[in-house]
């Protein structure tokens, strides 16, 4: 019989957590704008207006340069499986839990891989990584820029730089810097780098962009053998998006839609400008956690991401009881550990909308109150720190 | 320099073609919600709502019931890469484009494919699909139920049986179907059925429903093997989902929003009362078209498509200048056909939204206009006929 079934009424949460991150409110007007079909000329209006601020955030000239109708764990599919084939000796650089997964999909997919592991908060040196690649010679290697569950950067220049020399194609995971920071694509020198949409571009998740360096682009396009992957084939996704528009699968229109806005955001906002709230509001933030007597997981201050910052549970705190506390008493939600570090640090993103003044005094607040509550006694004032930040900016 | 970027402004067309359909009001309104996390509490009430009225539209009473994170193609993928091994024989019976892209993933997959062809707009008999299975003893059988290409209904049942008399598993493609008519999973026998949400359920593309029969689900739980793909490994899926929530990717949660909101329509609509629309809305159409004197490119009533009607191209007129027509100047979009069949037939949808007497009406009206003003003389008055369908139902 039919009844009556009340609306969708979703918990208003403040995201401040591993992402996804806080959804700007012009991507939400944007998703209510009516659909049109999966060939319709609007539709590569809209996909050519995203090909060129994703151009901008990603730091290329690249012509390949789409979104792939899935989340980010699709676009790091899309990349393994496009570019490594069965038998291929593939090398991750591995320090943290994405690198981890970009093994299991290389071992999925046949490869051979072979892992230069460092532990979880540091990163290969550049010395170490041209060395590693000097002597696999892998065909394609892999490196994370942004690591998720550890909050570290990895430039890469050297690494990119080393693999070319032996011909391998550079894979890496910028799931969590696209739209937070320079990506630099080219200067770096990636040939494919994937990402997503639910973080530094402030939409809801569902896409991945990703780019294809003219090298990649040009081995894609000739590539005579069909991949496994039907639904990620670069080939035929190539061909639905560019020039002739052959049909491939029905894109998700709506979310086309958020991420064109989401992107038209940031170009308002100027790139450059939108890195720079990223690292005020990082500095202000990491004076504010230290202020209280925290400590910073990324002990090297220079490989530290300026948007996904990683504390340390202090000894004998509940970190998940802390957590909760911020939740349900200031509506604000931050991230655990994974793996080895779960129940050790905290993750506090300020993606895109977050890394603002206002938020980051917030979160201290809240953090503040929840530890107390918790247990834990607090140096300093973590706000009147950040405060100082800003003040002096 | 920041740049000022005018907000998205999408072109309002009414969508009666192939799919995407209409998006129900109150879906838009879902989408607008505040996201949470991939892994709150309350996206799991959501994906709980979205699997119990999911096994309404389904007809079915499995456990396993969820929406995969791509679009129907992914459904179909991640149907054929869970259940068919490389080696595996797979038959496919073929007569139309989703048939033959069924036998494209199952290549891909390594599979030894056999296919059972029949000209498009007709189906495999009950004797003939039975003794193609007696015969070939496949592992995995696929069939569509609802072909877009052709608009032909393939019910199955005797397939199924047959299928399960060699203990073959079967694959139905319900793209079109879902949420337009009965699919009738547990009835028919299909082991798994995957689907779309840009048709009968009026959302917009991004999600694919997917359901599998107890002895599926079983196979799946029991599989030693990991399969090549991360994304769509149905066992990842299942942990996340149920239980555990064992992290797997980052849903795409305004889409759910959007199914959730979808689902809730129609249960307050009650499913049966839909399909009887649609059957309503399939009749006044087809009244209208052959009162204009055009032809069903199905000649077999017993298996037209309720939602999806396929019509002849009069002899001698530019189908595609028709269509243009219809849509610069009555704003309705109808699709042309695929491969064969291109430039041959019109696709007119009905699927969810515009199943009601005032949208045949003004389909029926422009559809008129606009084969006159190419060149064709309609016999009689379309929307008479179809007038004359609802004042008698």
Redesign the interface.
């Given at each position: 019989?039919?009844?009556?079934?009340s609306?969708?009424?979703?918990?208003?949460?403040f995201?401040m957590?591993a992402?996804?991150s806080m959804?700007d409110p012009?991507v939400?007007?944007?998703?209510?704008?009516?659909?049109?079909?999966?060939l319709?000329p609007?539709l590569f209006q809209?996909t050519e207006d995203i090909r060129k601020h994703l151009a901008v955030a990603f730091g290329t000239k690249n012509e390949f340069t789409l979104a792939i109708?899935?989340?980010?764990?699709?676009g790091m599919?899309t990349s393994i499986t496009n570019f490594v084939s069965p038998g291929d000796k593939f090398l991750v650089f591995a320090n943290g839990y994405f690198c981890d997964?970009i093994c299991?999909?290389g071992?999925?997919?046949?490869a051979n891989v072979v892992r230069f592991d460092k532990p979880w908060g540091e990163v290969a040196s550049d010395e170490e990584a041209r060395s590693a690649i000097l002597r696999e010679r892998p065909r394609v290697v892999a490196y994370v820029q942004a690591e998720t569950s550890t909050g570290v950067f990895q430039e890469g220049k050297a690494l990119c730089d080393a693999a070319h020399e032996v011909e391998a194609l550079v894979i890496s995971d910028v799931v969590t810097s696209l739209g937070c920071m320079p990506v630099e694509i080219d200067k770096t020198g990636i040939d494919i780098g994937f990402s997503?949409v639910?973080k530094g571009l402030a939409c809801?998740?569902?896409l991945s962009p990703i780019t294809l360096s003219p090298r990649a682009l040009e081995i894609l396009r000739a590539r005579e053998n069909?991949?496994?992957?039907?639904?990620?084939d670069l080939k035929l996704l190539d061909e639905y998006y560019k020039g002739g528009h052959r049909y491939?699968?029905?894109?998700?229109?709506?979310?086309f839609?958020?991420l064109?806005?989401g992107l038209?955001v940031i170009?308002?906002?100027?790139i450059e400008?939108r890195w720079e709230r990223h690292r005020l509001g990082h500095r202000a933030l990491v004076a504010g956690l230290e202020a209280m007597g925290l400590e910073m997981h990324v002990s090297d201050p220079a490989i530290r991401l300026p948007m996904l910052n990683t504390v340390r549970v202090p000894d004998g705190i509940d970190g998940t009881a802390v957590r909760a506390r911020l939740r349900d008493e200031f509506s604000i939600?931050i991230s655990g550990g994974f793996g080895d570090l779960a129940s050790k640090i905290f993750r506090i993103g300020i993606m895109g909308v977050p890394a603002q003044r206002e938020n980051i005094l917030r979160l201290l607040e809240g953090l503040e109150v929840s530890l107390r509550a918790e247990g834990y006694a607090t140096h300093a004032s973590g706000t009147e720190a950040a405060e100082k930040v800003y003040a002096s900016a």
């Open positions: 019989m039919p009844e009556k079934i609306a969708l009424c979703s918990p208003k949460r995201l957590g992402g996804p959804v012009r939400y007007e944007g998703m209510a704008q009516p659909i049109v079909s999966h319709d609007f809209v109708s899935g989340t980010g764990t699709a599919e997964r299991e999909i071992r999925r997919q046949g997503c639910q809801p998740p569902g069909d991949i496994r992957t039907f639904y990620f491939h699968h029905t894109a998700p229109i709506t979310m839609y958020a064109r806005e038209a170009a308002e906002e100027g400008n939600e």
